[in-house]
């Protein structure tokens, strides 16, 4: 051993574990860990080296720094939890990960936001559908009172459109300005989405509070 500081930092203080685990170096970070590396040190957004690994989605890693006791509700600076990160990058098989080391499913950022909302906002119908299964509350509502299907509608996901309205959320829900998920799907153009919602019985005369219609 050459006395290198397995503890250095960026200037944007990432470490040495977390650019490991951000790569998908499990046995890297089982060496800086051995060798005193903490997987409690948080950079410059507050994110820990598994906020890093969840983001990319490395499985063995996860493993890795939950073995080694890496805080699975760890929160960054902006409330978000790696099994958000996890989420809103389409990761199923982290969010397993996660849910099983007892990370919660309905944990909300400093928007509100849950990890459904993130699943739902970049159309990751597998991941909404295992959060689901592990006890997602499909009708949470965010910050400003948007819930899940307003963000998938508001995107264009169909698909998790599908997924949520088969859950049980109605698509005459209405947020705080009186949007609903229809009028996001048309207000950004997604006919697909406007016609499923039309077809379910969404209202097409329904005004926001300034209001602004659908049309």
């Known amino acids: 051993a050459l ?21 998908g170096h499990d046995a890297v970070v089982g060496v ?14 507050g994110w820990t080296a598994l906020h890093h690994a969840c983001t990319e989605g490395r499985e063995s890693v996860v493993r890795c720094l939950i073995k080694h006791g890496a805080d699975v509700k760890a929160a960054a600076t902006d409330g978000r939890t790696p099994l958000v990160l996890a989420a809103a990058g389409g990761h199923d098989g982290v969010v397993d990960l996660l849910v099983a ?15 459904l909302h993130d699943a739902c906002a970049n159309g990751h119908d597998a991941v909404v559908r295992r959060l689901m299964q592990h006890g997602a509350d499909v009708h949470v509502r965010a910050g400003n009172e948007r819930t899940a299907l307003m963000v998938a509608a508001r995107r264009g996901h169909l698909g998790v459109v599908d997924t949520l309205v088969a859950a049980g959320v109605a698509v005459s829900d209405v947020e705080f300005e009186g949007w609903t998920a229809l009028l996001y799907a048309c207000a950004d153009g997604h006919e697909a989405v406007v016609r499923r919602l039309m077809a379910l019985g969404a209202d097409v005369a329904v005004q926001t509070k300034d209001r602004r219609s659908a049309v």
């Open 32 to 45: 800086l860990v051995a060798a005193g590396a903490s997987v409690e040190v948080v950079d410059g957004n």
């Open 101 to 115: 080391a007892g990370a919660a499913v309905g944990a909300v950022d400093g928007n509100g936001w849950t990890a």
């Open 3 to 23: 006395g290198a500081d397995v503890a250095v930092q960026t200037k944007d203080r990432r470490s040495a574990v977390m650019l490991a685990a951000r790569g």
